[in-house]
């Protein structure tokens, strides 16, 4: 039997996995926005639409393809319970990204050992390499 080894990712690989994922939230958003001009021209549905779109897969994306946001998979990232090893839920997806309304305080702790921002203290996560 394989013996299977954990590895924190790196900082650079989660901020290219994340930068990937709002690049994809944005131009669904867009998208939806753009549609949705042609029927309500001079109303904030469009762009209520597209926050909504933008704000809501940033929070679930890594209950994704079990515990991969689209981004994280690209990168060969993975979200997953700190104590278990288990994939990410949805659940804990969003209890990890609803702390990226704390802006540039959820990362602080991403200097640490632990390489874990807020979001991942809080809903016991971390990100990990596939090897």
Known sequence: ??????????IGKR????????CIAFFFGYIA???LRTIAPNDALPIITMWIIVVGYTLVADGMFVGQSIGKKLMKLS????????????ARS???NITYLL??????????SQKRRLGDYLAK??????I
């Open 1 to 10: 039997m394989i013996e299977k080894h954990i590895v924190t990712a790196s």
């Open 15 to 22: 901020f290219s996995a994340q930068f990937i994922d709002e």
């Open 33 to 35: 926005m753009l549609l």
């Open 79 to 90: 979200v997953v319970r700190v104590d278990t090893d288990e994939p990410c839920s949805y």
């Open 94 to 96: 969003v209890l990890r």
């Open 103 to 112: 802006g540039v305080f959820d990362l602080i702790p991403l200097i640490g």
């Open 125 to 130: 996560t971390k990100v990990i390499m596939e």
